[in-house]
């Protein structure tokens, strides 16, 4: 009997572009996936922020990941910025497109703890920045990222599925994660498949 199974593409490609709302865990599944594909991980984060919290132009953004994703045959993105025109440039090279869907809930209670953490253990973050804890309590500031994902969740992510449906793009191998449960297990296939590509 045929192998069905060989005949489906693979989970993931050579290219990845994992995006989410702050706190969904981009970072963390780009980091393995990258390293399952022996690839570079690159956190879109540490390209923008520069010391003292602030921020790159956009142009200047731009180019620094278009140099990063350039430079390396293989690699992970972790990270949107979809109001710098960063997506476009990623998936113009990406070959696969992973949306992490948590939900609300579990995005905002992470969001909380790892905001925490970060402040209680003085985490140092791109550069010399620290986590302002308080500031984050200011909701109303364009400076609190709580206040940020509150006024912006449901907006964000409709504009996320827009993009995630649009023709432009179906031609990319494309994971939609909804919950921490289907995460885990995505990662688990890939690791699977790799390792029975390896013992071929």
Same mark, same amino acid.
């Given at each position: 009997?045929? =192998?069905? #199974?060989? =005949?489906? @593409?693979?989970? !993931?490609g050579d290219r990845i572009s994992v995006v989410g709302t702050s706190s969904n865990g981009k970072s963390t599944l780009a980091q393995q996936l990258a390293e399952l594909i022996d690839g570079t991980y690159i956190e879109l984060d540490a390209l923008h922020w520069l010391? =003292?919290?602030q921020e790159s132009t956009t142009e200047d953004f731009q180019v620094k990941v278009t140099a990063a994703i350039n430079?390396? @045959?293989? /690699? #992970?993105? #972790?990270?949107n910025y979809n109001g710098k025109g960063i997506p476009d440039i990623v998936l113009a090279q990406a070959d696969t /497109? !992973? /949306? !992490?869907d948590l939900g609300f809930r579990v995005s905002f209670t992470r969001l909380l703890r790892r905001t925490w953490r970060r402040w209680r253990d003085q985490e140092l973050l791109w550069g010399n920045n620290r986590e302002r804890f308080w500031e984050h309590f200011k909701l109303w500031s364009n400076d609190s990222l709580p206040g940020f994902v509150l006024r912006n969740y449901r907006a964000s992510r409709r504009r996320q599925a827009d993009r995630f449906a649009d023709p432009r793009w179906t031609h990319l191998q494309r994971h939609h994660l909804r919950s921490p449960a289907e995460v885990a297990r995505f990662l688990d296939q890939v690791e699977a498949e790799r390792a029975a590509r390896d013992r071929t």
């Open positions: 009997m045929p =192998d069905h #199974a060989s =005949d489906q @593409p693979p989970l !993931i010391p =003292d919290w430079t390396a @045959p293989r /690699w #992970a993105v #972790a990270g /497109w !992973i /949306w !992490i």
